[in-house]
């Protein structure tokens, strides 16, 4: 009899001093009993909710929680809440389990409540806070990438028309040059010259590829692997689809890439990669694979810079990045991002 006003004592102890509201409630889902602190959550007394019958309840989108535990299951629901006609609503987390009797059969429930409204306006604070950080990213990346296509036409319409004619007046000069010695020295110049040319080439391309503008993203990405394949001798294999999209979108996609070799180049070690790109469900996905010695948890960190680049461009568009590697058994990169209609951003 002692142990039993003991446990008694405890479970008092427990409901009633709980930081969380609790109530039970019978099968026929009327309220039997319930602690202070879920009186104080609805603001009301305790005469006023003991034989409540919660079918009568106003709102009643947290019926359904409390109908599974007299079903005998878990019941759970978050969301809006609303006591009545003219109450506030406020956001609450509703968890019902069911209460047996002796043999087993559900007599009711028990129900813990927690007002989660403060949590909530907190979310939608930093989702409306994250919200603007990404268009504001998204204005600075699309601004960044009409600078880059600026200052590549800038160095080709004045230093590579400039460098063309500088060739032109060396070669101009060296058919006049009576001396051997000096016609020598002015093909070495020449030599210097044309090599110039080739770096702001380069320069131009690296800054906005002609060809993503003239033949689209299918065709700059191919470009893009052929030229790196000449350069570091990795054989990329690439599948793509005639995808279209809208330039911003393309450039987005085309950086991504581009990105993505980079890395490869730098750090994978491979003498393989494959890259597929195609549309399914008016989703773009990109898969890049290498053969190389697979990144860890550590060289994502360590890299970290890159591949942030890398998903936050695929956010801009409210697509997501895996990167999966296994040491000595290569990295693949894999991206879906939603495509844009053509009356959509970046127009």
């Known amino acids: 009899m002692k142990r039993l006003e003991e446990n008694e004592e405890i479970y008092h102890l427990l409901f009633h001093q709980s930081p969380i509201g609790v109530f039970i409630f019978n099968s026929r889902l009327v309220i039997t009993e319930c602690n202070e602190r879920f009186l104080a959550m609805i603001q009301s007394r305790r005469e006023q909710i003991i034989g409540l019958d919660m079918n009568t309840l106003y709102d009643k989108r947290t019926l359904p929680s409390m109908l599974d535990a007299i079903a005998g299951k878990l019941g759970i629901y978050e969301g809006p809440h609303r006591a ?11 968890r019902c389990a069911p209460l047996f009797d002796r043999i087993d059969n559900v007599k009711g429930g028990v129900a813990i409540a927690e007002d989660i409204t403060e949590r909530k306006l907190l979310e939608f604070q930093l989702q409306n806070s994250l919200s603007r950080m990404r268009d504001y990213s ?3 990346v699309q601004a960044g990438e009409k600078e880059r296509a600026r200052i590549a036409r800038e160095i080709h319409d004045s230093l590579g028309q400039s460098l063309t004619c500088f060739k032109m ?15 020598q020295r002015i093909q070495t110049i020449s030599e210097m010259v044309d090599q110039t040319i080739d770096s702001v080439r380069k320069i131009c ?3 906005r590829p002609s060809v993503l503008e003239e033949l689209g993203l299918s065709a700059a990405v191919e470009w893009l692997a052929k ?18 999209l809208i330039p911003d979108q ?12 980079t890395n490869i180049c730098r750090h994978a070690r491979a003498t393989e990669a494959v890259i597929f790109l195609f549309a399914e469900d008016n989703m773009l996905r990109l898969e890049i694979s290498d053969n190389g010695i697979g990144i860890s948890e550590n060289m994502i960190s360590m890299y970290s810079l890159g591949l942030m680049g890398m998903r ?6 409210n697509g997501s990045i895996k990167i999966k590697g296994r040491p000595g058994r290569g990295t693949n990169i894999s991206a879906i991002i939603p495509i844009a209609e053509m009356t959509g951003q970046g127009e």
């Open 169 to 183: 007046e060396l070669e101009w000069l060296a058919g006049r040059m009576a001396n051997p010695d000096h016609g």
């Open 312 to 317: 936050e461009r695929a956010i801009l568009w």
């Open 227 to 244: 030229d790196i394949q000449k350069r570091t001798g990795i054989i990329i294999e690439v599948d793509c689809e005639e995808i279209y």
């Open 250 to 261: 393309a450039t987005t996609v085309f950086r991504i890439v581009q990105e993505a070799l």
């Open 205 to 207: 391309t690296e800054l």
């Open 138 to 140: 998204a204005r600075v």
């Open 84 to 94: 009545g006609e003219k109450a506030p609503e406020t956001w609450v987390y509703l």
